[in-house]
């Protein structure tokens, strides 16, 4: 079957195909070539996440990828540095720049991206981090929470101060919590809450992923890849943010001898074709959590259009064009 549907527009891409915009060896011409790669899997518009760092490599990387001037970029995820310092909800961010919540060093970091920092992503329990949640909702900046080991009435209070997405629900997070209560449920229950959830098979099993769905409802969802260096690329070792990370021929993505995971290898349009499998939806509900719905969330709209082949038999978009409006 034949589609023309909008681009994708994905909220949190750490890099790709071999570039790792978290590194300050990276080049805008690496950057732009990975973004070209992107593209191909039908993303037209993006947020290049830079992860947990020192003020000066965050410094570094944010003004590479500036310096493309790349009409995709539509602004930076900022993930950490002010998240749980544990292992586990820590996932693959390094503890040594782990710091507590400062509106000081938020706003250093955004004059260092000149201003284009559009989503945070930061864990309710760090000290000094309601005020500057509150600072960020009067900037028009989006709120996220994520890499986190708060206790559900610390999830509440993220609300109050201005948190309107959950990243990558259900990772970032310890590998046994309590039945009830949690966080996890806390934040499913919130419809103040999107969630985005990283649909690889990997990070989420089929199940989870459709009684998330189910619970925060199509609307509220958002799907994403958190794609790193690896994603386009063989099995084998690379870099994330000067820490290695190993994928597998499953297309898993972790720390050599760590039970955590490290970003994915997924591409959206993967993401899209895996959430109509796992969660018995239609094609056009899927895309639209990974095109409208995150252009929306930002108070955008998608870029472009996507021409593609629906293969229902074997749940997977071949023969995709992505076409200029």
Known sequence: MRLELPGLFDLQVNGFAGVDFNSPATTPDEVWQAIARVR??????????????????????????????????????????????????????????????????????????????????????????????EYLAVQGIHIAIGHTAAAPEQIQDAIKAGATLSTHLGNGCAQRLPRHPNFIWEQLAADELSASLIVDGHHLPPATVKTMIRAKTP?????????????????????????????????????????????????????VANTVKFAGLS????????????????????????????????????NLQVVEP
């Open 40 to 133: 191909a899997t039908g993303v037209t518009r993006l947020l290049p996440a830079l992860i947990t760092s020192s003020l000066e490599l965050f410094t570094q990387c944010a003004r590479t990828l500036l310096a493309t001037k790349h009409p995709a970029i539509a602004g930076l995820h900022l993930e950490g540095p002010y998240i749980a310092a544990e292992d586990g909800p820590r996932g693959a961010h390094p503890r040594s720049h782990v710091i507590p919540a400062s509106i000081e060093d938020f706003r250093r970091r955004q004059e260092a991206a000149q201003g284009t920092i559009r989503l945070v992503t930061l864990a309710p329990e760090v000290p000094g981090v309601l005020p500057l949640m």
């Open 219 to 271: 609307a509220r969802t958002i799907l994403i890849t958190d794609a790193m260096a690896a994603a386009g690329c063989s099995p084998g070792r690379y870099e994330l943010n000067g820490e290695m990370v190993e994928l597998d021929d499953t297309g898993r993505v972790a720390p050599p001898g760590k039970p955590w995971l490290a970003g994915s290898s997924l591409t959206l349009d993967r993401a």
């Open 283 to 318: 094609v056009d509900v899927a895309w639209a959590m990974a095109s409208i719905q995150p252009a929306a969330y930002l108070g955008l709209k998608p870029a472009g259009r996507v021409h593609v082949e629906w293969d229902a038999a074997g749940c997977r978009f071949t």
